[in-house]
């Protein structure tokens, strides 16, 4: 194997542990060190690959399955299949924005860090399977009309809002007989953002 080869494998080894331990313990209770410990390798090699923790943390940050679970979600599902995952995913899942942002402890180079990741992975996509796949496009030139990003944007902030409220305020009301109902009428509203409705429910 090539030194080339063998720097590459390491540099994956790196991320693959860093992913697994940033996604099961706050940022400020991880170390360079027992990320290395997980490899077999120093944490000096880790730092001359990546310099610092929050370039490494940035670096491992992944929610291409968020988007890869919904690529063939038929456009008028979208909503309800968005809402039930929100619902009905552990909310320690490190696809969830909500539990990277709970878990990193308010640093800023961080919290930034999610936000890029995020709109690179999940948002910028939905943008483009709305411009895609929405049959309300063509209609953007009426006075309400929201384009493609302005659609994505309010859908994800949404979404966004009951993972937090799951997460934090009303976690139990998401296993009772009510949730289905719940599942169905907020989806609507998710579908009416993607469809650039404002206001409208299905």
Do not use: C
């Amino acid at each position: 194997m090539s030194p080339r080869r063998r720097s590459e494998d390491t540099r994956r080894e790196i991320l693959i542990a860093a992913r697994r331990v940033f996604s099961e313990r706050p940022y400020s209770e991880v170390s360079l060190k027992e990320i290395a410990a997980e490899v077999g390798v120093s944490a000096p090699l880790i730092i001359k690959y990546f310099r610092t923790k929050e370039n490494l943390f940035e670096s491992q940050l992944d929610f291409s399955a968020a988007a890869a679970r919904i690529e063939e979600v038929p456009f008028s599902d979208l909503g309800v299949y968005l809402t039930r995952l929100a619902v009905t995913s552990a909310p320690d899942s490190p696809n969830s924005i909500v539990h990277r942002l709970a878990d990193s402890g308010g640093n800023r180079h961080i919290v930034d860090a999610i936000g890029r990741a995020y709109r690179e992975q999940v948002v910028d996509w939905l943008v483009k399977k709305i411009a895609e796949e929405s049959p309300e496009n063509g209609n953007e030139s009426t006075e309400d009309a929201m384009d493609a990003e302005t659609r994505a944007e309010a859908a994800m902030s949404m979404l966004a809002g009951l993972s937090l409220m799951r997460r934090l305020v009303t976690e139990d009301f998401f296993v009772s007989e009510r949730v289905e109902t719940f599942i169905s009428y907020y989806g609507s509203l998710i579908q009416g953002a993607l469809d650039g409705r404002p206001g409208q429910v299905q």
